[in-house]
């Protein structure tokens, strides 16, 4: 409980705080390439649902053209199609979602926890209010992510944010956290495609 309540906190604020220092230069070359690249912003800023369900802003790199409509992941028939060429590739390296270290830093967000949507994901965001999934500090990789991300159905996605909210730990958050960096190394569930699914056995990780 002190760790979910205090350390979590400290190490996420540390972390976010080094990794922006170290990674400006690269972020604003991203920046550039965006803008250069294709039309539109270079961030990509939505109101996104947190932790008690409650809104706030969050911030990415654009990987996709201005004509995209607005909608979830799951609605797209080719998603692909919308996403730009440079947008292709900070998506499949994760690269579009460094920016959420200011939302880290905001303290909106954490490293690990279920991924914040937005209001067009309204059935898993109203799953997740029933079964205490938003509880806990959504973050850039969770639970639902290393284990198909775009693939899980709504239902699947919201019971794995459940049962990472009823198991926070040290040792949760270090194993998701060297899984999310295998899933980004094999590009695992960028694009929903057919996939299979792992299941995690969490209960012997709680503290």
């Known amino acids: 409980m002190f760790y979910k309540k205090v350390i979590k906190r400290l190490l996420d604020l540390l972390l976010a705080i080094f990794m922006l220092i170290v990674l400006l230069i690269p972020l604003v070359i991203v920046g550039i390439v965006i803008k250069l690249t294709s039309k539109g912003p270079v961030l990509f800023i939505q109101e996104r649902y947190g932790k008690n ?31 730009t060429h440079f947008g292709m590739l900070i998506r ?17 967000m954490s490293f690990i926890g279920p991924r914040p949507l937005a209001k067009t994901d309204e059935k898993v965001l109203a799953l997740r209010k029933r079964n205490g999934a938003d509880q806990v500090l959504p973050g850039i990789s969770g639970l639902a992510q290393v284990n198909g ?31 999310t960096f295998v899933s980004v190394l094999k ?3 960028v694009f929903k495609e057919k996939s299979v699914k792992r299941e995690k056995n969490l209960e012997k990780s709680h503290d």
């Not at 706030?56 to 004509?67: G, H």
């Not at 499949?92 to 909106?108: C, R």
């Open 53 to 83: 369900s409650k809104p706030f802003i969050l911030y990415k790199f654009r990987s996709m053209t201005n004509k995209a409509p607005v909608k979830a992941n799951s609605e797209f028939d080719d998603i692909t199609s919308y996403v």
């Open 187 to 189: 590009r695992d569930g």
């Open 149 to 179: 991300r775009n693939n899980l159905s709504d239902e699947d996605k919201a019971a794995y944010d459940s049962k990472y909210a009823s198991h926070v730990s040290f040792r949760v958050d270090m194993l998701l956290t060297l899984e």
């Open 92 to 108: 499949k390296t994760s690269i579009d979602e460094l920016p959420q270290l200011w939302n880290i830093i905001k303290g909106d």
